[in-house]
């Protein structure tokens, strides 16, 4: 993505009762939860597998729990890298969670790559829609650029995200559908191609992936049901950049961020506590404006509500060589898949508070 300033660019409290464990001694097992259960093999940097893999094969696909670890590859569009990718991402989703999520695959020709977009629904027959995005492309130079947060830890999480879709509602007294459509609120988990510029970053070399997406979506009427778009970049790093709430239509989506982050500060002290988050700034007032080009300016364009989670400054591997998965930091890759599991299910639901400790506590029944 690119940043520019100034621009005339128009356009679980339950952390409290059931997170309580994570990251700490799990001695009862009524303690244990999703994130006890998952969260340590699903996003672990197991330095034993650190080894970055240029050349990879497209048909020897990893399939065991760790989600994050098949990124730590090249995913130049059209690739071998970007292949494995895509048939990770498609296996996990077909084979690995249990809901009847529905595939979309959007893949189009230009510059002579094929980019390929992945779009992952629960609840089809939805009138509404969050979607939550990522890219899993990386960018051509320098060459062995991997892409730790640029957007490698972005897509682990939205994968941790959606098992946990899965196994919330796996273990709610009625199933998926049934729970998707009481709300009339569906998930849709995005992950784009071709963000990044072939060669220079520039309104027709960048973004391929979201703009072909965007387009599509205009054409089959789901755009109009998007409600809240929420895109994640540049996560996963010690750096302490703050994300500022940059666009007003989403600032309430920001405040509940905010606020589920003071509860996992609270409750998590042995984590290293950063602040992302700040309600003090407001990036879409005039005075203090600054516009970031990245995958949801298409839908920006299309008055979509947008909350882009993404740090200023940019951390400080942005664009190097060093942005690999040697550079990335557990503690805050954990934290904010805590985080955005929570915001996305009291996006979903509303409070769930009452739901999410049922069904958790019925899985525990079921662990032990
Ligand atoms: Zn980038």
């Not at 650190?50 to 729990?65: A, E």
């Not at 995200?161 to 009481?182: G, T, V």
């Not at 790093?237 to 007003?248: L, M, N, Q, V």
């Not at 805590?338 to 979903?348: A, C, H, R, Y």
């Amino acid at each position: 993505m690119l940043m520019m300033f100034p621009t005339v660019y128009a356009p679980l409290l339950i952390f409290l009762s059931v997170l309580r464990a994570v990251g700490a001694e799990t001695t009862d097992p009524l303690y244990l939860n999703f994130h006890n259960l998952y969260l340590d093999e699903s996003l672990s940097l197991t330095p034993q597998n650190m080894t970055c893999h240029k050349n990879s094969s497209s048909t020897d696909i990893s399939n065991g729990p760790n989600l994050l670890l098949p990124f730590n590859r090249t995913r130049i569009p059209s690739s071998s890298g970007s292949i494995y990718i895509q048939n990770y991402i498609k296996k996990y989703y077909k084979t690995n969670l249990t809901s009847p999520w529905n595939v979309e695959i959007d893949s189009f020709v230009e510059k002579n790559h094929t980019f390929t977009n992945l779009a992952f629904t629960l609840g089809g027959a939805a009138s509404q829609y969050i979607v939550l995005a990522a890219h899993y492309d990386s960018k051509i130079e320098p060459e062995g650029f991997i892409g730790g947060i640029d957007s490698a830890t972005p897509c682990a999480i939205l994968m941790y995200i959606s098992k946990f879709m899965d196994h919330f509602y796996l273990n709610s007294s009625s199933n998926i559908d049934a729970n998707l459509a009481n709300k009339d609120i569906g998930l849709k988990i995005v992950f784009f191609d071709g963000e990044e510029a072939l060669k220079q970053w520039g309104p027709n070399d960048s973004i391929y992936g979201s703009k072909h997406l965007a387009k599509r979506w205009i054409n089959n009427g789901v755009m109009e049901k998007v409600s809240l778009f929420v895109l994640l970049d540049l996560l996963g790093s010690a750096d302490k950049s703050i994300i500022p709430s940059y666009f007003s239509s989403t600032n309430s989506n920001y405040r509940l961020l905010n606020d589920i982050e003071n509860e996992f500060n609270s409750q998590f002290k042995s984590y290293n506590n950063t602040k992302y988050f700040n309600p003090q700034e407001l990036r879409f007032q005039n005075f203090n404006r600054i516009v970031i080009e990245d995958d949801h300016i298409p839908f920006v364009e299309n008055d979509v509500n947008v909350l882009h989670l993404i740090p200023v400054p940019f951390p400080k591997v942005w664009h190097t060589i060093d942005d690999n998965f040697h550079n990335l930091d557990q503690d805050n890759i954990k934290k904010w898949a805590i985080i955005l599991t929570k915001f996305t299910l009291e996006s979903l639901m509303g409070n769930p508070d009452q739901t999410y400790n049922s069904a958790f506590s019925s899985s525990n029944n079921t662990s032990e």
